[in-house]
Antibody, heavy 125, light 109 residues
């Protein structure tokens, strides 16, 4: 059974740093395409970052240059290093897996089929 | 960037009613790249529909998706008490970017 468990959230002052973790079971993180998606309190969903099985990483413009996604294959765990945190980064952060579909020589990651329960990050003085 | 607009913002219905939720894209979206999620309070989103019309594993057949181009629809044929939740549409482009609509809340009338 696929399971994702996030941890590392908490209260942090503006300008501070925090590292989130997402421990996976039932599948291998390094062979999959893993994202972080966040949800500000009472708001909708916002994709934050993705790491490909081949180690490529991509970020939303809102976090580019401040957040870094990575993984530890030995621990089957995904991370999100968040620096220079701002009040607008306050949200529940979910890790999520994307299945890969390939057709005509191109591959796509069209949706998220598994989600963790989320961890709350509050940026406030 | 493609913007997804969901309507209505809130749908007030009773168990047994039919629910029709709309998702409109600011430009054409491949049907392969349109998904729907359900989210209940305090829970993570759950994938309902992918490829605009394919049900995810374990999703009851009262949920159906349709549409193409810029207009997509999620239909719940007969609402069960556990279906009262917020529903999000989501699209993907290969840059890569995933964007979500702002959500439609289905509430008890």
């Amino acid at each position: 059974e696929v399971e994702l468990v996030e941890s590392g959230g908490g209260l942090i002052q503006p300008g501070g740093s925090l590292r989130l973790s997402c421990a996976a079971s039932g599948f291998t993180v390094s062979s999959n395409y893993m994202s972080w998606v966040r949800q500000a309190p009472g708001k909708g969903l916002e994709w934050v970052s993705v790491i490909y099985s081949g180690d490529s990483t991509y970020y939303a413009d809102s976090v580019k240059g401040r957040f870094t996604i990575s993984r530890d294959n030995s621990k089957n765990t995904l991370y999100l290093q968040m620096n220079s945190l701002r009040a607008e980064d306050t949200a529940v952060y979910y890790c999520a897996r994307s299945p890969k579909y390939c057709t005509g020589g191109s591959c796509y990651l069209p949706h998220f089929d598994s989600w963790g329960q989320g961890t709350l990050v509050t940026v406030s003085s | 960037e493609i913007v997804l607009t969901q309507s209505p913002g809130t749908l007030s219905l009773s168990p047994g009613d039919r629910a029709t939720l709309s998702c409109r894209a600011s430009q054409s979206v491949s049907s392969r790249f349109l998904a729907w999620y359900q989210q209940k309070p305090g829970q993570a989103p759950r994938l309902l529909i992918y490829g605009a019309s394919s049900r995810a594993t374990g999703i009851p057949d009262r949920f159906s998706g349709s549409g193409s181009g810029t207009d997509f629809t999620l239909t719940i044929s007969r609402l069960e008490p556990e279906d009262f939740a917020v529903y999000y549409c989501q699209q993907y482009d290969s840059s890569p970017t995933w964007t979500f609509g702002q959500g439609t809340k289905v509430e008890f009338k």
